[in-house]
Nanobody
Framework: QVQLVESGGGLVQPGGSLRLSCAAS????????IGWFRQAPGKEREGVSC????????YYADSVKGRFTISRDNAKNTVYLQMNSLKPEDTAVYYC???????????????????WGQGTQVTVSS
């Protein structure tokens, strides 16, 4: 069964850090671009970051650039999202998903990504 599982979410104070993990089962992450997405209540899903399979290129939404870092550990079949300097507006359910490239992670075609996980809640609040 092809599946992605997110973990690492939680409650953190503004300015704090979290590291999210996206672990794959049933397939090898090496061959896929992996995107991180988030959705806050009442808002549309937003592409947060993506890492390509070909050369490890990384992409970030302007809202997280300089604060979030995406990385992959192919030996562990896992992609990470290190989130620093968290803000209340980062509060959302975070999802990871796979595609052949990062081309569509940031736009309205993000639905083309597949194998969506169940999500992990990130809450930034004092």
């Amino acid at each position: 069964q092809v599946q992605l599982v997110e973990s690492g979410g939680g409650l953190v104070q503004p300015g704090g850090s979290l590291r999210l993990s996206c672990a794959a089962s049933g397939f090898t992450l090496d061959y896929y671009a992996i995107g991180w997405f988030r959705q806050a209540p009442g808002k549309e899903r937003e592409g947060v970051s993506c890492i390509s399979s070909s050369d490890g290129s990384t992409y970030y939404a302007d809202s997280v650039k300089g604060r979030f870092t995406i990385s992959r550990d192919n030996a562990k079949n896992t992609v990470y999202l290190q989130m620093n300097s968290l803000k209340p507006e980062d509060t959302a359910v975070y999802y990871c998903a796979a595609d052949s490239s990062c081309t569509y992670y940031s736009g309205s075609y993000s639905y083309l990504f597949g194998s969506w996980g169940q999500g992990t809640q990130v809450t930034v609040s004092s």
